[in-house]
């Protein structure tokens, strides 16, 4: 089994800051492709970024690439993002999620089986 735990969401204006984690537990092989996606309200999980559990390869779309950095703490077991110049159309949902590995690029969400509950993200103007 796999277990991802989100935290770091919060409320801050536009052109903030804010730093998100992703505690992983679980079976290795299935965390070997890591990733976040955003939801907006009424719309689908949109992919933001992605890392590979071994060697650190990251992978972006370029609405983020920018302003959006992923990386990881082996140690710690743990995946952030890195998320700067925030703007209001980031605000939503932000949720990590594992699979045994990276199919594609941009991946879909259902190239994922096991995900995280999510943490708020709400970026004001």
């Known amino acids: 089994q796999v277990q991802l735990v989100e935290s770091g969401g919060g409320s801050v204006q536009a052109g903030g800051s804010l730093r998100l984690s992703c505690a992983v537990s679980?079976?290795?092989?299935?965390?070997?492709?890591l990733a976040w996606f955003h939801q907006a309200p009424g719309k689908e999980r949109e992919y933001v970024a992605s890392i590979h559990n071994d060697g650190g390869a990251t992978h972006y779309p370029a609405s983020v690439k920018v302003r959006f950095t992923i990386s990881q703490d082996n140690a710690e077991n743990t995946v952030y993002l890195q998320m700067n110049s925030l703007k209001p159309e980031d605000t939503g949902m932000y949720y990590c999620?594992?699979?045994?590995?990276?199919?594609?690029?941009?991946?879909?969400?259902?190239?994922?089986?096991?995900w995280g509950q999510g943490t708020q993200v709400t970026v004001s103007s």
């Open positions: 999620a594992a699979a045994s590995r990276c199919l594609r690029f941009p991946p879909d969400a259902a190239d994922f089986p096991d």
């Open positions: 679980g079976n290795y092989i299935r965390t070997y492709c």
